[in-house]
Structures are given as C-alpha cells and as structure tokens.
C-alpha cells in the first residue's frame, strides 16, 4: 500500500472524529503485514484528559483485535493543518512503545504535504522499562 492510500484510509477515518469542542478533527490509519488497516478519530469529552487522539485510538484498536507491534508496518494521521499534523506527546509514547523502531509514521494534511518519519525521530529519549533498553 502507496503512503497516499494509506493517508486516504486515514481521511476516511478522520470523519469518525468526535471533536465538538476544539473542532479540530484528526484521522488515523495503521495498517498491518496482513493487509488490515485499523481505524482511529480523536473523541473528545466534556472533561478534556477523558479523550482520545486518533494515533492512539487506532493502535489500541488493532491491539484490542489481537495485533502487536511486529504486525505494524506504518501509521498515517492526517488533520486540517498548515504543515503535516504532528503527533502530541502522549501519542509519540505511545508509538514508541507499540511500533517497532523505523515502522514510517506519515504525517498528512488536507492540502497534500506529507512528512515521514519514524518513532525514534519523534521521541528520541522515549520512556522505556529497563529491560527494553
């Protein structure tokens, strides 16, 4: 799968965003050896640290459909911004801990510019258990 496919499955999934009150809607696609690709929208709630970024709504969905981090071949999120939508911080943990280093994390906007990059480059001193060092 192309990035721009893959960036296409992450529009797609952008119209699943719940985002009533920053009205900034974020699309995520991961897509897996297997050919899957899993969904994620960020959802917000009224008590804001209750919700979810589509980078991480779309890991733990294919987490909780029994994938892990060696079925991940890249993620792609995209959002309507000036320059490819970055992940926030609690996203690049969560990317560094669930994709293997150098699993492409492309970044989109609605314009067309793409980044890509990769889970070290985002996080480069990510929190790590010890024996995972």
């Known amino acids: 799968m ?3 496919e893959l960036i296409a499955h992450a ?9 009533p009150y920053s009205h900034f809607p974020v ?3 991961l897509l897996c050896k297997d050919g899957e690709v ?16 589509a980078e991480r709504s779309a890991i733990f969905n294919a987490i909780n459909h029994g994938k892990r981090k ?4 890249a993620l792609a999120l995209i959002a309507d911004t000036s320059v490819p939508c970055s992940p926030c911080g609690a996203c690049r943990q969560v990317i560094s801990e669930h994709l ?3 699993t492409p994390v492309i ?5 067309g510019d793409i980044k890509v990059t ?5 996080l480069p001193f990510a929190f790590v258990l010890e024996e995972k060092r």
């Open 38 to 53: 899993y969904y994620g929208a960020n959802i917000e709630n009224a008590s804001y640290p209750n919700g979810i970024c």
């Open 118 to 122: 990769s889970p070290e480059e985002l």
């Open 107 to 111: 970044m989109s906007n609605l314009k």
């Open 70 to 73: 060696d079925d991940f071949v």
């Open 100 to 102: 293997n280093p150098g």
């Open 27 to 29: 699309g995520a696609a």
């Open 2 to 4: 192309t990035n721009e």
């Open 11 to 19: 529009l797609k999934a952008r119209e699943n965003s719940y985002s």
